[in-house]
Nanobody, 115 residues
Framework: QVQLVESGGGLVQPGGSLRLSCVASRSIFSFNAMGWYRQAPGKQRELVALITSGGSTSYADSAKGRFTIFSDNAKNTVDLQMNSLKPEDTAVYYC?????????WGKGTLVTVSS
């Protein structure tokens, strides 16, 4: 019913920046919230950033001050701007759409932070 496709992952040096994009197959206006999650090898999946339909945002402690989540309703996208990247940010990043009835996940995009 809903498809989410992430893009923008890749290899970046520590201290560098990267922008991840998530495009939805329908208007993101219909979602209660959208979020970016990540899962590092051997680790649990964790919430990185969340944006609600009202535009409020929240971040994991590890992302505060470095990451910014923002949406573009015209393009049906939710992006995650990541600055001052650290090796511990290396993970597969997933886009998630939250609705009252169900949630939807993208297939993920790999971010590798290494020198």
């Amino acid at each position: 019913q809903v498809q989410l496709v992430e893009s923008g992952g890749g290899l970046v040096q520590p201290g560098g920046s990267l922008r991840l994009s998530c495009v939805a197959s329908r208007s993101i206006f219909s979602f209660n919230a959208m979020g970016w999650y990540r899962q590092a090898p051997g680790k649990q999946r964790e919430l990185v950033a969340l944006i609600t339909s009202g535009g409020s945002t929240s971040y994991a402690d590890s992302a505060k001050g470095r990451f910014t989540i923002f949406s573009d309703n015209a393009k049906n996208t939710v992006d995650l701007q990541m600055n001052s990247l650290k090796p511990e940010d290396t993970a597969v990043y997933y886009c998630k759409a939250h609705t009252y009835w169900s949630d939807y996940w993208g297939k993920g995009t790999l971010v590798t932070v290494s020198s």
